[in-house]
């Protein structure tokens, strides 16, 4: 690639190095390695490597140390730091049919008549408390389910609307399910009155339960028709209704199926500038002011908040490779998570914005982890909910773009991203944003690392694995001035064998956050190999992309990433964070 930018390399910090840690107290030296690889010393280095990972992974310090059980530290089904208490389990039948018809005008597969048929009967089952439990259909279920119905009916083309199978069964389940379903389910179903064969005077006639559900009712009937909601609606309804509130008889409460049916409702619309800004932008004074850190230049990620459980998960590594030369990282994120990650170490993940700030100006840290949970209560009181819906909303689009700490210097987003046609949306979003620079990455699963695998010769059609888009500025006004910045565009595919990358498959974790830790250690204390190299792409390419001081050449940029990994640096910062983080208040 050829360098756009030109800048000097400053030097790397080189803090002295931590003698323990907050890990364990029956390992206290396991950091004092020699800082460079001498020969004589490889025996030694990797022997302090595997009492590092062993002291970490100790599987009887679990419960002890991190608060996690062996079987959800290693095999979590769901982020058990990303799931509410008390956690309903969706009924799996209506699950599977969400899954076909709760999404875009081009993606929906349209219900076999068996398959109507018994999704149908399953929810009439349900209403009429024959099914207990999780095979129980929730409300939530119920709401997305015909929501897309009515969207698919009304709006999308012929190939994605309804089967003649899915008309034979609701022909044959309708008059049996309009006696038995609530009305705002009803209303879902057959707003208008004109879907259904058998009509209903429900569904013309609703208009919710106090103030909050009519404003959300008449949003609805606008998504339900396929149509679109301008900024100032769509924020007066989120604003409105969260956080969800579950205590029911209150005036406040809205029902879970509108909610549910507005979320997955205008995604299936694919949603507009606007409505996405509305998102993003909806609760970003919900705790009050955002802190500011004073740092020179500050790059926010934001991972999937579901998914990518399959493969090495190296953002957290990365970020504290950046540290080591004045590049702070601020995380969020779900699925096999930073925060689990963090917990499994012995890290505190109950960290506020204010905390977060703290940690980013502290010299011998410099990255931080944000958990939705302490920064969006509102968003996160959606965690459930957006399990029953199944199909992502477009708040997994708005999420990933989140300012939880600013910066008085130079700021960042780095986001990743699965689908096709959502890089410019979240580009968009990022300079909505205001920050400097923006880079969104199609990483495996959706995640946001660049691999150094070979694209397989079956790979699906689209934009491939390591692909980037993004911009930067020319110039470096304050991170708060959105006008009249000069910015540079482009768009590429990162061939990691270009710059000297041996082809590797990237290691697997499949959901077991504690092999996900081996690798990332292991890497750190210098072992070569996959999970080291991927480390070094993504920080040095992160650095080189952005536009960040010193990495205007590649090559240079992702030596750096190496000087950090070699020198015992970007450890020593990881192993900071964990007891640092304990203290801070």
Same mark, same amino acid.
């Given at each position: 690639?050829?360098?756009?930018?030109?800048?000097?390399?400053?030097?790397?910090?080189?803090?002295?190095?931590?003698?323990?840690?907050?890990?364990?107290?029956?390992?206290?030296?396991?950091?004092?390695?020699?800082?460079?690889?001498?020969?004589?010393?490889?025996?030694?280095?990797?022997?302090?490597?595997?009492?590092?990972?062993?002291?970490?992974? $100790?599987?009887?310090?679990?419960?002890?140390?991190?608060?996690?059980?062996?079987?959800?530290?290693?095999?979590?089904?769901?982020?058990?730091?990303?799931?509410?208490?008390?956690?309903?389990?969706? $009924?799996?039948?209506?699950?599977?049919?969400?899954?076909?018809?709760?999404?875009? &005008?081009?993606?929906?597969?349209?219900?076999?008549?068996?398959?109507?048929?018994?999704?149908?009967?399953?929810?009439?089952?349900?209403?009429?408390?024959?099914?207990?439990?999780?095979?129980?259909?929730?409300?939530?279920?119920?709401?997305?389910?015909?929501?897309?119905?009515?969207?698919?009916?009304?709006?999308?083309?012929?190939?994605?609307?309804?089967?003649?199978?899915?008309?034979?069964?609701?022909?044959?389940?309708? &008059?049996?399910?309009?006696?038995?379903?609530?009305?705002?389910?009803?209303?879902?179903?057959?707003?208008?009155?004109?879907?259904?064969?058998?009509?209903?005077?429900?569904?013309?006639?609703?208009?919710? $339960?106090?103030?909050?559900?009519?404003?959300?009712?008449?949003?609805?009937?606008?998504?339900?028709?396929?149509?679109?909601?301008?900024?100032?609606?769509?924020?007066?309804?989120?604003?409105?209704?969260?956080?969800?509130?579950?205590?029911?008889?209150?005036?406040?409460?809205?029902?879970?199926?509108?909610?549910?049916?507005?979320?997955?409702?205008?995604?299936?619309?694919?949603?507009?500038?606007?409505?996405?800004?509305?998102?993003?932008?909806?609760?970003?004074?919900?705790?009050?002011?955002?802190?500011?850190?004073?740092?020179?230049?500050?790059?926010?990620?934001?991972? &999937?908040?579901?998914?990518?459980?399959?493969?090495?998960?190296?953002?957290?590594?990365?970020?504290?490779?950046?540290?080591?030369?004045?590049?702070?990282?601020?995380?969020?994120?779900?699925?096999?998570?930073?925060?689990?990650?963090?917990?499994?170490?012995?890290?505190?993940?109950?960290?506020? &914005?204010?905390?977060?700030?703290?940690?980013?100006?502290?010299?011998?840290?410099?990255?931080?982890?944000?958990?939705?949970?302490?920064?969006?209560?509102?968003?996160?009181?959606?965690?459930?909910?957006?399990?029953?819906?199944?199909?992502?909303?477009?708040?997994?689009?708005?999420?990933?773009?989140?300012?939880?700490?600013?910066?008085?210097?130079?700021?960042?987003?780095?986001?990743?991203?699965?689908?096709?046609?959502?890089?410019?949306?979240?580009?968009?979003?990022?300079?909505?944003?205001?920050?400097?620079?923006?880079?969104?990455?199609?990483?495996?699963?959706?995640?946001?690392?660049?691999?150094?695998?070979?694209?397989?010769?079956?790979?699906?059609?689209?934009?491939?694995?390591?692909?980037?888009?993004?911009?930067?500025?020319?110039?470096?006004?304050?991170?708060?001035?959105?006008?009249?910045?000069?910015?540079? $565009?482009?768009?590429?595919?990162?061939?990691?064998?270009?710059?000297?990358?041996?082809?590797?498959?990237?290691?697997?974790?499949?959901?077991?956050?504690?092999?996900?830790?081996?690798?990332?250690?292991?890497?750190?204390?210098?072992?070569?190999?996959?999970?080291?190299?991927?480390?070094?792409?993504?920080?040095?390419?992160?650095?080189?992309?952005?536009?960040?001081?010193?990495?205007?050449?590649?090559?240079?940029?992702?030596?750096?990433?190496?000087?950090?990994?070699?020198?015992?640096?970007?450890?020593?910062?990881?192993?900071?964070?964990?007891?640092?983080?304990?203290?801070?208040?």
């Amino acid at each position: 690639m050829k360098s756009l930018l030109h800048n000097t390399i400053p030097s790397i910090n080189n803090p002295s190095r931590i003698k323990t840690s907050s890990i364990e107290s029956h390992n206290r030296s396991y950091l004092q390695f020699p800082p460079t690889i001498d020969p004589k010393c490889l025996l030694y280095r990797q022997r302090r490597r595997q009492l590092t990972i062993k002291a970490v992974l $100790n599987s009887a310090s679990i419960d002890q140390y991190f608060g996690l059980t062996e079987s959800d530290a290693r095999n979590p089904t769901l982020s058990t730091t990303f799931r509410r208490p008390r956690h309903r389990e969706p $009924n799996k039948t209506v699950l599977e049919a969400q899954t076909r018809v709760c999404t875009g &005008p081009t993606q929906t597969k349209p219900l076999t008549e068996e398959q109507a048929f018994k999704v149908l009967d399953t929810m009439l089952r349900s209403a009429k408390g024959e099914l207990k439990d999780e095979e129980q259909v929730s409300k939530a279920q119920l709401g997305a389910f015909f929501a897309a119905m009515t969207i698919r009916a009304n709006a999308f083309p012929e190939p994605t609307q309804w089967s003649e199978g899915e008309r034979r069964a609701m022909d044959a389940y309708w &008059p049996h399910l309009v006696r038995t379903l609530p009305s705002d389910i009803i209303f879902l179903a057959d707003p208008e009155g004109s879907i259904m064969r058998l009509g209903s005077s429900i569904g013309p006639q609703y208009v919710g $339960n106090g103030s909050y559900e009519m404003r959300l009712v008449g949003a609805l009937r606008e998504i339900l028709a396929g149509g679109h909601l301008g900024y100032e609606e769509v924020q007066g309804v989120l604003k409105e209704v969260l956080p969800l509130k579950l205590e029911h008889g209150t005036p406040d409460v809205v029902s879970e199926s509108l909610l549910s049916a507005f979320l997955i409702g205008q995604r299936m619309n694919r949603e507009t500038d606007r409505e996405l800004k509305a998102y993003c932008l909806a609760f970003d004074d919900e705790l009050g002011p955002v802190p500011v850190a004073d740092v020179s230049s500050l790059t926010h990620y934001g991972e &999937p908040y579901d998914g990518n459980t399959r493969f090495f998960r190296s953002t957290l590594f990365v970020a504290a490779v950046r540290s080591c030369y004045n590049e702070a990282s601020l995380l969020h994120g779900g699925g096999i998570t930073e925060e689990q990650m963090l917990k499994f170490m012995g890290a505190n993940t109950n960290i506020t &914005p204010l905390q977060a700030k703290k940690l980013l100006e502290d010299e011998a840290v410099g990255f931080a982890y944000v958990s939705q949970r302490d920064a969006r209560p509102s968003l996160y009181s959606l965690i459930e909910m957006r399990e029953h819906i199944k199909k992502r909303p477009s708040l997994a689009t708005t999420e990933k773009v989140q300012q939880f700490v600013r910066a008085t210097g130079k700021e960042a987003i780095v986001a990743g991203f699965y689908h096709e046609g959502y890089e410019e949306p979240l580009l968009m979003l990022m300079r909505r944003r205001g920050v400097q620079a923006g880079l969104v990455v199609k990483g495996e699963e959706g995640a946001l690392s660049m691999t150094t695998r070979l694209r397989s010769v079956n790979a699906s059609k689209g934009l491939p694995v390591n692909y980037c888009s993004g911009f930067r500025s020319l110039n470096t006004p304050s991170a708060y001035d959105v006008d009249g910045v000069s910015r540079e $565009n482009f768009s590429l595919i990162v061939d990691a064998k270009e710059y000297g990358f041996e082809p590797l498959e990237t290691p697997r974790t499949d959901r077991s956050v504690s092999k996900n830790i081996e690798l990332g250690l292991a890497a750190l204390h210098g072992e070569k190999g996959p999970a080291y190299d991927r480390i070094v792409l993504n920080a040095g390419m992160a650095d080189h992309l952005l536009g960040c001081k010193g990495a205007q050449d590649v090559s240079t940029a992702l030596d750096r990433a190496r000087d950090a990994i070699d020198s015992g640096n970007a450890l020593n910062r990881l192993m900071n964070y964990i007891k640092i983080s304990q203290k801070v208040k």
